[in-house]
């Protein structure tokens, strides 16, 4: 209370206190005549358009009635506002001051350092001495932080919000404290940790990203349909002999992919962090696999079985008149016919 206190005192001493009303016409936003301690906004080096100006004076006014209110954010929103529709450089200096109100720090510096930019020898000396002592406050409550990686194009995110591309230009200027730094890129797994920066921090983090294994692509199964008895004991136990044989190798082929894609996945959910939409994939992946080597596995149990059954039949017997069907069913496997 006593920080806000003694801000809003600063506030007020350079007339951008609690105003009830303010001309919101063009001349209130001409430069004065005579230097003067408010920072009434003056018009952008680009033409701006009266009823533009109008709007961007009412937002001024009332950004400043909300700080005198107390309410800083909404303060901050209409200060904002006001120098996108203005382009004024003074307004530069409320938005400076509200950001400190509200822990922006980082933030609040970057709108004070232009302010002193644009405004260069336009400013008077006591409003430059002022300036450079909160941008000395702020340095106390600010830190550098330097992000290198070999992967370009990473997106850099602090505490949930993106600030950065690799490769960074420059440091990133940000606030003192506890922060959680991810990076992400497509392909990679997101590489997250928790920061902790203290005032005049110089601090610069090398994060390694590391590519998420290309899986393994299964080859589409081609399934053989069920063998059908045929007119000779002998066709009928070669045919069921295949069937059974690529059965088998179906269910070894797709239980050994289900197995590496679980393991893949325990992978991901305990070693690498990943997305949920990835660790859903794999999942999905694994189930798949593992049924169809289920099922192949039952289909080879039944095939053998009707190859075994061709094999040990004798040859001067009749063809076993009907059929053998094999079928999947949604409880199991099933074998219909006749022998």
């Known amino acids: 209370m006593a920080v806000k206190l003694a801000r809003s005192v600063v506030f007020r001493s350079f007339g951008l206190g609690v105003l009830l009303s303010l001309c919101v016409s063009k001349s209130a936003w001409a430069e004065p005549k005579t230097a003067a301690p408010a920072d009434a906004a003056a018009p952008s080096s680009a033409p701006v358009s009266a009823e533009v100006l109008k709007e961007a ?138 920061v902790t920066l203290a005032g005049h921090d110089q601090i610069e983090l090398k994060v390694e990203l590391k590519p998420i294994p290309v899986a393994t692509q299964a080859k589409p199964l081609e399934v053989l349909p069920p063998p059908v008895a045929p007119s000779k004991p002998r066709t009928a136990m070669w045919a069921s002999w295949a069937a059974t044989g690529a059965f088998a190798a179906t269910a070894g082929i797709t239980g050994y992919f289900g197995i590496q894609k679980a393991n893949d996945l325990e992978s991901m959910r305990t070693q690498a962090p990943a997305s949920r939409a990835e660790l859903d994939k794999t999942e999905k992946q694994a189930r798949t696999l593992l049924t169809i080597s289920t099922v192949t596995t039952g289909l080879a149990v039944v095939a053998g079985g009707t190859a075994l059954y061709f094999t040990l039949k004798k040859p001067s017997e009749k063809p076993a008149s009907g059929s053998v069907a094999v079928g999947i069913a949604p409880d199991g496997v099933r074998v219909r016919g006749s022998f």
């Open 57 to 194: 004076g009412e937002r001024y006014a009332r950004g400043l009635a909300l700080y005198g209110d107390g309410e800083f954010l909404l303060a901050l929103v209409e200060f904002e506002r006001a120098y996108q529709l203005s382009n004024n450089f003074k307004v530069l200096y409320n938005i400076g001051q509200v950001r400190m109100q509200l822990g922006r720090y980082a933030k609040a510096k970057e709108a004070l350092e232009q302010y002193l930019k644009e405004g260069g020898s336009s400013l008077s000396a006591e409003r430059t001495q002022a300036v450079n002592k909160d941008l000395s406050t702020l340095a106390e409550r600010t830190a550098s932080l330097n992000i290198v990686t070999s992967e370009v194009g990473a997106d850099i995110s602090l505490d949930g919000k993106v600030i950065g591309t690799s490769p960074l230009t420059e440091p990133l200027i940000v606030d003192a404290g506890e922060h959680n730094l991810v990076l992400h890129k497509s392909g990679f797994y997101d590489s997250a940790q928790a």
